[in-house]
C-alpha cells in the first residue's frame, strides 16, 4: 500500500482545509487510518484516527471539535476536514495506516508522505 496526502497550504487563521489522504491497494478498505502533524522542532504528534469501516473516530484533545475525519473506501482515500485553524496548528501533516484503530498510535504499519500547513495570524 502506498499513501500520498494532499490539501495542504497557506491559510488565515480561523479558515478550513481539507486533507486527504489517497491509497493505492486492496487493504486499504480494511486498514484503519491516522493523521500525524509533525511541527518545526517538535516531536511528530497523534492528530486523528478512523476505524476501517468509519464507525469509530477519535481525535487528540489539541483538535476535539474542530477537525473531523472521515473516509471513502470506494475512493480508497481518507480526508481531515481542518475548521476554525490556529497558528499552532501549522505543521506537516501526515496520514498512516494500521490493521487497527487501537495500532495507529502505537505502531502505523505505513506512512505516506506529508503535506505541509500553514496558518497565519
Known amino acids: 500500500v502506498q499513501l500520498q496526502a494532499s490539501g495542504g497550504g497557506l491559510v488565515q487563521a480561523g479558515n478550513s482545509l481539507r486533507l486527504s489522504c489517497a491509497a493505492s491497494?486492496?487493504?486499504?478498505?480494511?486498514?484503519?487510518v491516522g493523521w500525524f502533524r509533525q511541527a518545526p522542532g517538535k516531536e511528530r504528534e497523534y492528530v486523528a484516527a478512523?476505524?476501517?469501516?468509519?464507525?469509530?473516530?477519535l481525535y487528540s484533545d489539541s483538535v476535539e471539535g474542530r477537525f473531523t475525519i472521515s473516509r471513502d473506501n470506494a475512493k480508497n482515500t481518507v480526508y481531515l476536514q481542518m475548521n476554525s485553524l490556529k497558528p499552532e496548528d501549522t505543521a506537516v501533516y501526515y496520514c498512516?495506516?494500521?490493521?487497527?484503530?487501537?495500532?495507529?498510535?502505537?505502531?502505523?504499519?505505513?506512512w505516506g508522505q506529508g503535506t505541509q500547513v500553514t496558518v497565519s495570524s
Open positions: 498512516a495506516l494500521a490493521a487497527s484503530i487501537g495500532k495507529i498510535t502505537s505502531g502505523p504499519e505505513k
Open positions: 491497494g486492496r487493504t486499504f478498505s480494511t486498514s484503519a
Open positions: 478512523i476505524s476501517w469501516g468509519g464507525s469509530t473516530k
